[in-house]
């Protein structure tokens, strides 16, 4: 239902990229959204995730991740995430919140999309606290300028715990009243719409959610030439 027209270098429409280490990356001024990706893309896909997930992982891994990573790097869309830690207190552990207090030190050298790659694709499994440290330390040796003093410290000693907070309750509050507890993960806003639920099945669907992004694109495209 929606990906883009063109894109190229012409005034106006988004870039293209070689690989995942040149994509644009920040932090939003709500201070928990993160950004990969041109921000003149017309198509913004806002993820919700808990990176002990076994379902985001699928996405990720053998889903539309792989598709929305292709269509970041074409220019097509951008993707914004939203970081979840609720399996922690779920499955009991701390994993998540490490995890993504790591990401945001990432985040801090320009890595943030890298890692978050090797973070799942090498998951552990959800029953098993396995993302201590030692372990976030070793995959960030995976990354290419990522591991240094700043970081290492940053990773051991917790140093964006409060990101890791206000990152939990802005997933909550994603959930509206209907999901006080927040809409679940992986979860996936395209453009403002969330998929809904019961549609999630198009998240493990490469192919059908490349044809919903470029439907969207097409869409805002055309939306944009009558204003």
Same mark, same amino acid.
């Given at each position: 239902?929606?990906?883009?027209?063109?894109?190229?270098?012409?005034?106006?429409?988004?870039?293209?990229?070689?690989?995942?280490?040149?994509?644009?990356?920040?932090?939003?001024?709500?201070?928990?959204?993160?950004?990969?990706?041109?921000?003149?893309?017309?198509?913004?896909?806002?993820?919700?995730?808990?990176?002990?997930?076994?379902?985001?992982?699928?996405?990720?891994?053998?889903?539309?991740?792989?598709?929305?990573?292709?269509?970041?790097?074409?220019?097509?869309?951008?993707?914004?995430?939203?970081?979840?830690?609720?399996?922690?207190?779920?499955?009991?552990?701390?994993?998540?919140?490490?995890?993504?207090?790591?990401?945001?030190?990432?985040?801090?050298?320009?890595?943030?999309?890298?890692?978050?790659?090797?973070?799942?694709?090498?998951?552990?499994?959800?029953?098993?606290?396995?993302? =201590?440290?030692?372990?976030?330390?070793?995959?960030?040796?995976?990354?290419?300028?990522?591991?240094?003093?700043?970081?290492?410290?940053?990773?051991?000693?917790?140093?964006?715990?409060?990101?890791?907070?206000?990152?939990?309750?802005?997933?909550?509050?994603?959930?509206?009243?209907?999901?006080?507890?927040?809409?679940?993960?992986? =979860?996936?806003?395209?453009?403002?719409?969330?998929?809904?639920?019961?549609?999630?099945?198009?998240?493990?669907?490469?192919?059908?959610?490349?044809?919903?992004?470029?439907?969207?694109?097409?869409? =805002?495209?055309?939306?944009?030439?009558?204003?």
């Amino acid at each position: 239902m929606f990906a883009l027209a063109a894109c190229g270098q012409q005034d106006g429409l988004a870039g293209t990229y070689r690989s995942v280490e040149e994509l644009p990356e920040e932090l939003g001024r709500d201070g928990t959204t993160v950004t990969v990706g041109d921000p003149r893309a017309l198509v913004t896909v806002h993820l919700y995730e808990d990176l002990r997930c076994p379902v985001c992982e699928e996405f990720e891994i053998s889903g539309a991740g792989p598709d929305l990573r292709e269509a970041t790097l074409e220019g097509t869309a951008k993707t914004q995430y939203t970081l979840a830690s609720f399996l922690d207190d779920r499955v009991g552990g701390s994993g998540s919140k490490k995890a993504v207090n790591a990401l945001r030190a990432a985040l801090e050298e320009g890595k943030f999309a890298e890692y978050h790659e090797v973070l799942y694709a090498n998951q552990p499994e959800e029953v098993v606290d396995g993302y =201590t440290d030692a372990f976030l330390l070793e995959l960030a040796g995976q990354v290419e300028g990522l591991r240094g003093p700043e970081f290492d410290d940053a990773v051991r000693t917790m140093k964006y715990r409060g990101f890791v907070t206000a990152s939990q309750k802005a997933y909550e509050m994603a959930g509206g009243p209907a999901e006080p507890e927040g809409p679940g993960t992986p =979860t996936a806003v395209v453009n403002g719409t969330p998929i809904p639920a019961e549609y999630n099945g198009i998240l493990m669907d490469g192919a059908a959610f490349t044809e919903l992004l470029e439907s969207v694109g097409r869409a =805002t495209l055309w939306e944009a030439d009558r204003t």
